[in-house]
């Protein structure tokens, strides 16, 4: 039990469709990133947020957005959804400073089917 | 490019002997390690890590061994248990050169065998 939830767990969405995610994160950790996991993947990194900001981005296009929330919970939006984005995705919170995601706790993550 | 690197996609091991875990890098930059474990339908778990500065960290029945010189790192777990049965993931991460995401490899599952 990491004290991370993600939700919905399972989600199918048709191709050019718009999705969001949802996390909740440990209370009082300031930072929650982002990770997509593609079938036969490790986890990629998809951007990071830090107290309602964006702190750093991956290789992701800016259809990929998110929004993070003073009560902990944040939201990761994919629109225009394409047939590769069919994944799983992780949001993983951490207390924030300097160690970043190597203190980082992780969901159980949403597998999003598109179809 | 792939900066952290599971070559092995699946091992076998029997139950009570040792599984080795192997895991490269190529990014001289990285200065910490993890392994996580990870069971279907959960989110990764932090195993154990390992800082650059340090060549062995043990917990329990896990070690981490990391070479430098050779950008290599293996997990070893003595004994193994059927319940280790799960897909490990190696990862990296340039600590010290600020808050940066981490890097994993694609995982390798292992099978502990009764």
């Known amino acids: 039990e990491t004290g991370v939830t993600q939700s919905p767990t399972h989600l199918i969405k048709t191709r050019g469709q718009q999705v969001t995610l949802r996390c909740s994160s440990q209370?009082?950790?300031?930072?929650v990133s982002w990770y997509q996991q593609a079938l036969g993947q490790g986890p990629q990194f998809i951007f990071q947020y830090y107290r309602e900001e964006e702190n750093g981005r991956g290789n992701f296009p800016p259809r990929f957005s998110g929004l993070q929330f003073p009560n902990y919970s944040s939201e990761l939006n994919v629109n225009a959804l394409e047939l590769d984005d069919s994944a799983l995705y992780l949001c993983?919170?951490?207390?924030?400073?300097?160690?970043?995601?190597?203190?980082?706790?992780f969901g159980q993550g949403t597998r999003l089917t598109v179809v | 490019d792939q900066q952290v690197k599971q070559n092995s996609p699946s091992l076998s091991v029997q139950e009570g002997r040792i599984s080795i875990l192997n895991c490269d890098y190529t990014n001289s930059m990285f200065d910490y390690f993890l392994w996580y474990k990870k069971y279907p339908a959960e989110g990764p778990t932090f195993l154990i890590s390992i800082s650059s500065i340090k060549d062995k960290n043990e917990d329990g029945r896990f070690t981490v061994f990391l070479n430098k010189s050779a950008k290599h790192l293996s997990l070893h777990i003595v004994p193994s248990q059927p319940g280790d049965s799960a897909v490990y993931f190696c990862?990296?991460?340039?600590?010290?050169?600020?808050?940066?995401?981490?890097?994993f490899g694609k995982g390798t599952r292992l099978s502990v065998i009764a």
């Open positions: 993983a919170s951490s207390p924030g400073g300097a160690a970043g995601d190597t203190e980082a706790f």
């Open positions: 990862a990296a991460s340039a600590r010290n050169s600020g808050n940066t995401p981490l890097v």
């Open positions: 209370s009082g950790h300031n930072t």
